[in-house]
């Protein structure tokens, strides 16, 4: 058995057995209350920079398959369990996860008591933490834990962004995922800003008749203009907006010339600072998919997937010429938007979250809607 740590920087240290690849890695320690979709969890670039610890207690026994990754590879930093399931037993399943986890160099430590973890994250918020199974020094662990750099301090966009513009391609959905019913069959082009895509997010854009030109997190408004988008989409992504003033800039000249936008998790963020809002940190943000939500203009509540540890601050929202459409009935943040008189809209959470649920897909066919409203007004 080879022995495996946690350290977090309140000076708390986990023991348990490594159940992924060799090493050590540093990143924010977050806890995510999904029951399934673990593949989905770990290849998503919004993880980037961060340790996932998952509260269901048995993780694995679906393995992992070649249709459900959110993008080409794993982005956390290292992944935490109560139990590693090594027997698979799915049709679809391709490699185990353990070996998975191997493969593409992800420590994980399984055996620990994540529910004590997840208390602990909860009454004292997201902290630092390291996660080795090669120095299992307690104090030496910790001190270098309390010694690493925020979430906040590092560019993770930069790291999970496309390298360069490029269509997508790949025209079809993963299986068993739902259509979108009442879709125009009018073809529109799209500009997808990159700061974290995932894969079905751009597979519901195609589905709704949407030609997705992906844009590199650096790309400007000009660059964007030049393929005389019908739309623009502000994909999801990892680490704090407000340090992203590029984005901003370049989000803020594209709502001037009133193209249709639509902006999901960062995307949305990102909406509210371009049109004069804030964001703030939260304590240990939303992770998992099952998170009930609002809409304020049917009274209809969503359960949602959600993966975000920045919100909008609803005290800057006056004089934005931004409205709350979607609120959290956990703690009442803002998870939607709209622009008063700008196509502007955005939501904080997943609609397009896999394995599910897919309550929220109506989000796609509204951003639909607006291209609609854009061409016949033209």
């Known amino acids: 058995m080879n022995i495996a740590k ?45 340790i ?15 249709e459900d990754g959110e993008s080409a590879r794993p982005w956390v930093e290292g992944f935490v369990v109560r139990e590693m399931s090594r027997r698979r037993s799915n049709f679809r399943s391709s490699e185990d996860l353990p070996a998975w986890l191997v493969r593409h ?24 933490g390291i996660l080795s199974t ?11 834990a309390q010694a690493a750099p925020k979430l906040g301090d590092r560019d993770c966009v930069s790291e999970v962004t496309s390298k360069e513009t490029h269509a997508f391609l790949e025209g079809k959905a993963a299986p068993f995922t739902p259509a979108l019913a009442g879709s125009d069959p009018r073809r529109f082009r799209v500009a997808a800003l990159d700061s974290g895509i995932k894969t079905a997010i751009l597979r519901y854009l195609d589905r709704i008749g949407c030609d997705v030109t992906v844009f590199p997190a650096d790309a400007t408004a000009g660059r964007i203009l030049a393929i005389k988008p019908d ?15 590029h984005h901003v800039a ?87 938007l709209k622009h008063e008189s700008l196509p502007v809209f955005s939501v904080q959470y997943h609609p397009e979250g896999g394995p599910g649920p897919h309550d929220s897909l109506y989000l796609f066919q509204r951003f639909h809607d607006l291209l609609c409203a854009r061409d016949r007004g033209r």
């Open 6 to 50: 946690l350290a977090l920087e309140d000076g708390t240290v986990f023991t348990g057995r490594s159940c992924g690849a060799d090493g050590e890695r540093t990143g924010e320690v977050v806890f995510n209350t999904a029951m399934t979709g673990y593949q989905e969890v770990l290849t998503d670039p919004s993880y980037c920079g961060q």
């Open 52 to 66: 996932v610890a998952m509260t269901y207690p048995l993780i694995g026994n679906t393995g992992v398959n070649r």
């Open 105 to 128: 160099g992800i420590p994980a430590i399984e055996g620990i008591d994540t529910r004590a973890l997840t208390r602990r994250l909860r009454d004292r918020g997201a902290m630092m």
């Open 134 to 144: 090669r120095d299992l020094d307690d104090a030496g662990l910790v001190a270098r």
């Open 231 to 245: 739309g623009v989409f502000l994909s999801n992504g990892p680490g704090d907006p407000a340090v992203l003033d």
């Open 250 to 336: 370049c989000i803020r000249a594209l709502a001037d010339q009133h193209v249709p936008v639509f902006g999901i998790c960062l995307g949305h963020q990102l909406v509210a600072l371009a049109l004069g809002a804030r964001t703030y940190k939260m304590k240990f943000g939303h992770h998992g998919g099952n998170h009930p939500v609002r809409d304020l203009t049917t009274g209809k509540i969503e359960i949602t997937t959600q993966n975000h540890g920045y919100a909008v601050d609803p005290e800057s929202l006056p004089g934005t010429g931004l409205s709350v459409t979607h609120r959290n009935l956990y703690d009442g943040t803002i998870e939607g």
